[in-house]
Structure formats: C-alpha cells, structure tokens
C-alpha cells in the first residue's frame, strides 16, 4: 500500500521559494506516476504538475505556475519534489501529492480522479 507523506509547507514572502517532498513510507513512489495537486480555499482541486515514472521522464506543469515551477524525481531516495519559486499571492492552498497506481511508463494524468492514493497535504502560504 502507498502511503504518503508530504513535506516542506510554510509561510513565505511573494517572490520566494519553497520545495515540496512526497514520499512513501512504503518505498513504492518510484513505480507510479505522480501528481501534485493543490486546493485553495473555496475552489477546486487542481493538477499543478505530474511526472511519469519512467525515465526519461514526462512532465506537466499547468500554465498559471509554468516558468516557476518545477518538477522532479529521486529515485535513490524514492522521492518526489516540487520546486517553487517565485510564489505569488494566487498560489497558497494545500498542496497533495498523489500517486497514481494504474498508469505506467511515460505519461502522467492531468485528471485528478487518476489518482488513487493521496497524502495529507501540506499548506503553502504566502504574505507580504
């Protein structure tokens, strides 16, 4: 079973930068795609970014944090990240990572009822 813990939530000024980790406390992450997904207080969910897990990977990152966020994998630690820079005051919400079990290779979706196990989220703020 995949269990998943994200990392690396706060509070930062506009134009600073955070790193989210995923990680699974059963070592499983390396064999699924996985997506990061963010909810904003009274809005929906989101598919911000997502990366296959076949190297060489594909990446989605969606339009309103491209050019600022990015996305990418360790495999030798089974880790997943989330580079954010240059936050902005739309981008606070709780971030999830997800991973979805049924889509090998090198795709990853956009849909967020592709992803089957989820962790707690974390909350990303951002305050001048």
């Known amino acids: 079973q995949v269990q998943i813990v994200e990392s690396g939530g706060g509070l930062v000024h506009p134009g600073e930068s955070l790193r989210l980790s995923c990680r699974d406390s059963?070592?499983?992450?390396?064999?699924?795609?996985i997506g990061w997904i963010r909810q904003a207080p009274g809005k929906e969910r989101e598919v911000v970014s997502c990366i296959s897990s076949r190297f060489p990977y594909t990446t989605f990152i969606d339009h309103s944090v491209k050019g600022r966020f990015t996305v990418s994998r360790d495999t030798g630690k089974n880790m997943v990240y989330l580079q954010m820079d240059n936050l902005r005051p739309d981008d606070p919400a709780a971030y999830f990572c997800a991973a979805d079990r049924a889509l090998e290779g090198y795709a990853c979706s956009t849909l967020i009822s592709s992803y089957d196990d989820w962790g707690q989220g974390t909350q990303v703020t951002v305050s001048s």
């Open positions: 059963g070592f499983a992450l390396n064999n699924y795609a």
